[in-house]
């Protein structure tokens, strides 16, 4: 099973690497690349966000009995 915990560190790492790739780029294109992978971290931490939610719901339920 997925865990949104390693998921979380691995988005923040390309989240941070992208900042600092733009930040330090010295050519529209390397401040482009920064961006798009900043920003690829940025979806991969909400998803994990959404992820962490989801699977515990699914543990409650499982808990409860429900369906």
Do not use: Y
Request: charged share 15%; hydrophobic share 55%; with cysteine.
């Amino acid at each position: 099973m997925l865990m949104p915990g390693r998921l979380a560190l691995g988005a923040l790492a390309l989240l941070v690497a992208g900042c600092v790739i733009a930040a330090v780029g010295t050519t529209t294109a390397l401040d482009a690349i920064g961006l798009v992978i900043a920003g690829i971290g940025a979806v991969l931490l909400v998803s994990a966000a959404f992820l962490a939610v989801g699977q515990s719901e699914d543990r409650d339920r499982e808990q409860r009995g429900g369906s």
